[in-house]
């Protein structure tokens, strides 16, 4: 069975680094990846993602403080947060693609402190 678990949410104070990894259990890919971002009574929005062949999109209010990035057996991505910034603070997704069939992770909560 597919699994995505998301890791190393935390509390930290504006200012400060985190990185979020995304490790997939089972026998799936992570050929498109993506982190999204849900704050209560939201909707997920896209934080950045990633596409198969490496095309990468940020939203504009992380560009130049996140980095996604994946290992080259795709089974691993991560989210480089730094200068987080308290408006950054939610529950982060991971999503990731392969063949038409998607995965969700449950998340992980990030809270940053001003």
């Known amino acids: 069975q597919v699994q995505l678990v998301e890791s190393g949410g935390g509390l930290v104070q504006a200012g400060e680094s985190l990185r979020l990894s995304c490790t997939v259990t089972?026998?799936?890919?992570?050929?498109?990846m993506a982190w999204y971002r849900q704050t209560p009574g939201t909707q997920r929005t896209l934080v950045a993602d990633?596409?198969?062949?490496?095309?990468?999109t940020y939203a504009d209010s992380v560009k130049g403080r996140f980095t996604i990035s994946r290992d080259s057996a795709k089974t691993t991505g991560y989210l480089e947060m730094n200068n987080l910034k308290p408006e950054d603070t939610g529950v982060y997704y991971c999503?990731?693609?392969?063949?038409?069939?998607?995965?969700w992770g449950k998340g992980t909560l990030v809270t940053v402190s001003s």
């Open positions: 990633i596409a198969t062949y490496g095309y990468i």
């Open positions: 089972g026998s799936f890919q992570l050929l498109y």
């Open positions: 999503l990731g693609r392969q063949s038409g069939v998607e995965h």
